[in-house]
């Protein structure tokens, strides 16, 4: 089975500049997280989709991160406009009540440097 | 809402000898209790979990236990191996079914 695919690896931006990352999650997999890990730290939920509903947002600055989850399979992450401490990587999960609930599979991440 | 607390944050060990990262957790609701292992460059991949209904679990060299009185759970690594070297993350799920991670150690196996 294909795991979850994040793109880009890596971005690095100026302040107040805007970015987008994108996330496939596992086919069949309803639910979706976005977490952000900043260095030397766990990862922190951002927003949770039930397929193309949000179930969970309530850390997720809203003054500047947007997402969305459309048709209820890729997402999209945005930062808009970015500060310097939004540098973090950016790591999508999903998981299927088939395989639990709570059992996530994590892609790879965004490395996002802000400058 | 739920604190996810680890320690040590780092740990270094000899091949061969066994490792062991403990974790407390505050809320008494959570149910279920994933390790996930993080090697450079990738995002965790979940090694082992244990549910609040089992004292222990094993799968081969790994093994967690739960003691839900003291609300502390244990990853134990034995015949520790190099590539057991990466930051290994504890998390419990709230009784609102949110996922919460601790800090994270990183554990370092020397040949």
């Known amino acids: 089975e294909a795991g979850v695919a994040q793109s880009p690896r890596y971005k690095i931006i100026e302040k107040r500049q805007s970015v987008a990352f994108w996330c496939n999650p596992i086919s069949g997999h309803a639910t979706l997280y976005w977490y952000q890990q900043i260095l030397g730290q766990g990862p922190k939920l951002l927003i949770q989709f039930q397929n193309n509903g949000v179930v969970d947002d309530s850390q997720l600055p809203k003054d500047r991160f947007s997402a969305e989850r459309l048709k209820g399979v890729d997402s999209t992450l945005k930062i808009q406009p970015a500060k310097l401490e939004d540098s973090a990587v950016y790591l999508c999960?999903?998981?299927?009540?088939?395989?639990?609930?709570?059992?996530?599979?994590f892609g790879a991440g965004s490395r996002l440097t802000v400058l | 809402g739920e604190n996810v607390e680890q320690h040590p944050s780092t740990l270094s060990v000899q091949e061969g000898d066994s490792a062991v990262i403990k974790c407390t957790y505050s809320?008494?609701?959570?149910?279920?209790f994933p390790w996930y292992k993080q090697e450079l460059g990738k995002g965790p991949q979940l090694i082992i979990d244990?549910?609040?209904?089992?004292g222990e679990k094993k799968d081969q060299r790994i093994a967690v236990t739960l003691n839900k009185t003291a609300k502390h759970f244990s990853l134990h690594i034995t015949e520790t191996q190099p590539e057991d070297s990466a930051v290994y993350f504890c998390?419990?799920?709230?009784?609102?079914?949110?996922?919460?991670f601790g800090t994270g150690t990183r554990l370092l196996v020397s040949p």
């Open positions: 809320d008494s609701a959570s149910n279920y």
């Open positions: 244990i549910r609040s209904n089992v």
């Open positions: 999960a999903s998981s299927s009540q088939l395989s639990g609930a709570n059992v996530l599979t």
């Open positions: 998390a419990a799920v709230t009784g609102f079914q949110k996922l919460v």
